[in-house]
């Protein structure tokens, strides 16, 4: 049945001039959109059509409605794959173009090219095709044509029919269409009149009894017909449409790989909740340590939740087993494994009773065991973006629902050759991520679409100061030094750079264990100050018995100082320390942060889910019975 409707729902028809003398086949040009009201009056039932049809491009594309059911067929010739959707469902379809397609032409090494418009629409000389005089259709004067066609398709359903073709006239009658060579018509209706069977060979009429031979009758209404420069097609129409899950795609792409330390910017449009909601995200697997600032004001006016509105940034530390969760004033710690859940800290894993950091393309969901479909390239604001879609049954919109129901998720990465200049001034060239869409397939929320778009996307180690945990450690905890060096250049970046390197390598410390400042000092002189604090006190104990300890490390920066090894060097300087400048004292806590260092991290939600599930989210998320905000690094 399909079949038939496909068949004659392609519409119109480019043919020999001068077959007709009078008057003139129509002459239609090679791309058009047109609508289409198919009347399948044998089955009592329409189906709403709008086509598509390029030659320049290789492609076509069937968009069609019934009874509500939404669905898109697209033939993409350059690529010899066929595509078949339902939307509602959000799947899809792809098969190799076959000779069965009834767009297919067998072309050069196996492979098929979209037919001409005359062969598509069997209309034209070779068809016996004929002119039978005017009649007026819909009030529109018409030429009427006629023609027959009969087919044993390869898998042995024959089908006889007959049609007539009813084109405007050509003179004095005006119709829209666009610029188009002179003589085109616009196809106005078509009858379709014929017999089928299911069986191979023409079927014996009224002799055998068991043939299922049956007849059908279509009448298709062509309006709002377009050509020439009104026909103006989106390349990417041809694609598999966006929102679909399409299996059986042999068209393939690697997964980019994401790097081992990046930072980020996020903003993400949570639908059932009529917001946009934005965050910065630092993953470093070399110091193990993931960091997202955020800020929920929206939890300001819930009940039992207003302690969580404003700023918050939280930090995964694997090397010590322990979360931070800073404020403005506070600062919660807990050990990593009483937080790591698969839904709710995706950037961690439990492995034989200690936590570890997953990998960048796990901690996405950005796997190949997840049977991504590569479906071809797209613009994202002037982006051109690779795309990848996967279906997933371990995340939901709505909390209350079952976890068996499913989304469906677009990650779309810029094409390898497209710069991205940053606001530190690194420019990345590689497949970054640019949009993530989260498509819900739950009842009652099958057109709900979250989407996450990505900023700023650096790559190499974040800055630091996300990392710095100083402010959850008492002044008993921390002690301050500071020494000289013998440079009174302050504002050199590079120089305070190297500063910072070396104190870490001297002391053999991670970054979050010292936070340091410098300033001029008397003379010539640079003075510098370290304030480091001690091996925290939650946490995993097996790693933390094996991280040096303040006084270790404060030990190992005095004698370098005193030796005089402790020397930075930059690409325009060498800069040595005075041996006897180095002093100690016990620091002042801090307790808060200014307004520009957590306004500097912009405000948020999490990185496309990453955050939650840690500290007062996880609670937050496991106590609201719908959740509008997805409880994911994907869906955040």
């Given at each position: 049945?399909?079949?038939?409707?496909?068949?004659?729902?392609?519409?119109?028809?480019?043919?020999?001039?001068?077959?007709?003398?009078?008057?003139?086949?129509?002459?239609?040009?090679?791309?058009?959109?047109?609508?289409?009201?198919?009347?399948?009056l044998n089955r009592n039932y329409t189906v709403q059509v709008k086509e598509y049809f390029d030659t320049s491009r290789q492609a076509s594309r069937f968009e069609s409605l019934?009874?509500?059911?939404?669905?898109?067929?697209?033939?993409?010739?350059?690529?010899?794959?066929?595509?078949?959707?339902?939307?509602?469902?959000?799947?899809?379809?792809?098969?190799?173009?076959?000779?069965?397609?009834?767009?297919?032409?067998?072309?050069?090494?196996?492979?098929?090219?979209?037919?001409?418009?005359?062969?598509?629409?069997?209309?034209?000389?070779?068809?016996?095709?004929?002119?039978?005089?005017?009649?007026?259709?819909?009030?529109?004067?018409?030429?009427?044509?006629?023609?027959?066609?009969?087919?044993?398709?390869?898998?042995?359903?024959?089908?006889?029919?007959?049609?007539?073709?009813?084109?405007?006239?050509?003179?004095?009658?005006?119709?829209?269409?666009?610029?188009?060579?002179?003589?085109?018509?616009?196809?106005?209706?078509?009858?379709?009149?014929?017999?089928?069977?299911?069986?191979?060979?023409?079927?014996?009429?009224?002799?055998?009894?068991?043939?299922?031979?049956?007849?059908?009758?279509?009448?298709?209404?062509?309006?709002?017909?377009?050509?020439?420069?009104?026909?103006?097609?989106?390349?990417?129409?041809?694609?598999?449409?966006?929102?679909?899950?399409?299996?059986?795609?042999?068209?393939?792409?690697?997964?980019?790989?994401?790097?081992?330390?990046?930072?980020?910017?996020?903003?993400?449009?949570?639908?059932?909740?009529?917001?946009?909601?934005?965050?910065?995200?630092?993953?470093?697997?070399?110091?193990?340590?993931?960091?997202?600032?955020?800020?929920?004001?929206?939890?300001?006016?819930?009940t039992n939740f207003s302690s969580y509105a404003g700023p918050h940034r939280i930090i995964h530390n694997v090397r010590e087993g322990t979360q931070y969760n800073i404020t403005?004033?506070?600062?919660?710690?807990?050990?990593?494994?009483?937080?790591?859940?698969?839904?709710?800290?995706?950037?961690?894993?439990?492995?034989?009773?200690?936590?570890?950091?997953?990998?960048?393309?796990?901690?996405?969901?950005?796997?190949?065991?997840?049977?991504?479909?590569?479906?071809?390239?797209?613009?994202?604001?002037?982006?051109?973006?690779?795309?990848?879609?996967?279906?997933?049954?371990?995340?939901?919109?709505?909390?209350?629902?079952?976890?068996?129901?499913?989304?469906?998720?677009?990650?779309?990465?810029?094409?390898?050759?497209?710069?991205?200049?940053?606001?530190?001034?690194?420019?990345?060239?590689?497949?970054?991520?640019?949009?993530?869409?989260?498509?819900?397939?739950?009842?009652?929320?099958?057109?709900?679409?979250?989407?996450?778009?990505?900023?700023?996307?650096?790559?190499?180690?974040?800055?630091?100061?996300?990392?710095?945990?100083?402010?959850?450690?008492?002044?008993?905890?921390?002690?301050?030094?500071?020494?000289?060096?013998?440079?009174?250049?302050?504002?050199?970046?590079?120089?305070?750079?190297?500063?910072?390197?070396?104190?870490?390598?001297?002391?053999?410390?991670?970054?979050?264990?010292?936070?340091?400042?410098?300033?001029?000092?008397?003379?010539?002189?640079?003075?510098?100050?370290?304030?480091?604090?001690?091996?925290?006190?939650?946490?995993?104990?097996?790693?933390?018995?094996?991280?040096?300890?303040?006084?270790?490390?404060?030990?190992?920066?005095?004698?370098?100082?005193?030796?005089?090894?402790?020397?930075?060097?930059?690409?325009?300087?060498?800069?040595?320390?005075?041996?006897?400048?180095?002093?100690?004292?016990?620091?002042?806590?801090?307790?808060?942060?200014?307004?520009?260092?957590?306004?500097?991290?912009?405000?948020?939600?999490?990185?496309?889910?990453?955050?939650?599930?840690?500290?007062?989210?996880?609670?937050?998320?496991?106590?609201?019975?719908?959740?509008?905000?997805?409880?994911?690094?994907?869906?955040?």
């Amino acid at each position: 049945m399909l079949a038939y409707v496909h068949l004659a729902v392609a519409l119109a028809f480019v043919v020999d001039v001068g077959y007709c003398q009078d008057p003139p086949f129509p002459i239609l040009p090679d791309i058009f959109i047109v609508n289409v009201e198919a009347n399948i009056l044998n089955r009592n039932y329409t189906v709403q059509v709008k086509e598509y049809f390029d030659t320049s491009r290789q492609a076509s594309r069937f968009e069609s409605l019934r009874n509500g059911s939404r669905h898109v067929s697209v033939s993409d010739f350059q690529s010899q794959v066929q595509y078949s959707t339902d939307l509602d469902q959000r799947t899809c379809t792809a098969r190799p173009l076959t000779s069965m397609s009834r767009l297919a032409t067998p072309g050069a090494n196996g492979t098929f090219r979209l037919e001409s418009v005359s062969d598509f629409f069997q209309f034209g000389k070779k068809y016996h095709d004929g002119y039978v005089g005017t009649a007026e259709v819909r009030g529109i004067p018409c030429y009427e044509y006629t023609s027959n066609y009969t087919n044993t398709s390869a898998s042995g359903v024959y089908t006889s029919y007959s049609m007539k073709w009813y084109f405007a006239q050509q003179d004095g009658w005006g119709m829209p269409i666009g610029d188009v060579p002179p003589g085109a018509a616009v196809p106005v209706r078509l009858v379709l009149n014929g017999v089928s069977n299911a069986t191979r060979g023409p079927p014996s009429f009224g002799t055998n009894a068991s043939v299922p031979v049956h007849t059908f009758s279509h009448v298709y209404e062509f309006t709002n017909f377009q050509a020439g420069s009104l026909a103006v097609i989106d390349p990417e129409l041809f694609n598999p449409p966006d929102g679909v899950y399409c299996s059986g795609l042999t068209v393939t792409k690697d997964l980019p790989v994401l790097p081992d330390a990046f930072s980020l910017y996020t903003s993400y449009s949570a639908p059932t909740r009529n917001s946009t909601f934005s965050s910065y995200y630092a993953y470093d697997r070399n110091r193990q340590e993931t960091a997202t600032f955020f800020n929920f004001a929206s939890l300001a006016n819930i009940t039992n939740f207003s302690s969580y509105a404003g700023p918050h940034r939280i930090i995964h530390n694997v090397r010590e087993g322990t979360q931070y969760n800073i404020t403005e004033s506070s600062c919660d710690m807990q050990p990593l494994d009483s937080v790591v859940s698969p839904q709710f800290t995706p950037d961690l894993s439990l492995l034989n009773g200690h936590v570890t950091l997953n990998d960048p393309n796990t901690l996405f969901k950005f796997t190949a065991d997840r049977n991504f479909s590569y479906q071809g390239r797209r613009f994202v604001d002037g982006i051109q973006c690779d795309l990848w879609v996967a279906m997933r049954s371990d995340a939901r919109f709505v909390r209350s629902l079952p976890a068996n129901q499913s989304s469906l998720y677009a990650y779309y990465f810029s094409q390898p050759e497209w710069q991205f200049d940053t606001f530190s001034g690194l420019l990345t060239q590689s497949h970054v991520p640019v949009l993530m869409k989260i498509y819900s397939l739950e009842p009652g929320y099958e057109n709900t679409t979250a989407t996450v778009t990505i900023g700023n996307y650096e790559v190499g180690p974040p800055r630091s100061f996300m990392f710095d945990d100083s402010s959850c450690f008492t002044s008993a905890q921390q002690t301050t030094v500071t020494f000289t060096m013998d440079t009174s250049f302050d504002n050199n970046r590079a120089l305070r750079r190297g500063i910072f390197r070396q104190l870490g390598q001297t002391m053999n410390l991670t970054s979050d264990r010292y936070h340091v400042d410098t300033y001029p000092g008397p003379g010539n002189y640079l003075t510098v100050l370290v304030r480091v604090h001690d091996v925290p006190t939650i946490g995993d104990p097996s790693r933390l018995a094996l991280l040096p300890s303040k006084r270790s490390a404060l030990r190992k920066l005095q004698d370098a100082i005193k030796r005089g090894t402790f020397t930075v060097a930059t690409d325009s300087m060498t800069v040595n320390t005075q041996s006897g400048s180095y002093s100690a004292s016990s620091s002042s806590q801090k307790t808060t942060f200014s307004s520009a260092e957590m306004a500097g991290l912009g405000i948020g939600i999490l990185i496309i889910g990453l955050l939650i599930g840690a500290g007062a989210v996880f609670v937050y998320q496991r106590r609201m019975k719908s959740v509008d905000v997805p409880y994911n690094r994907e869906t955040s």
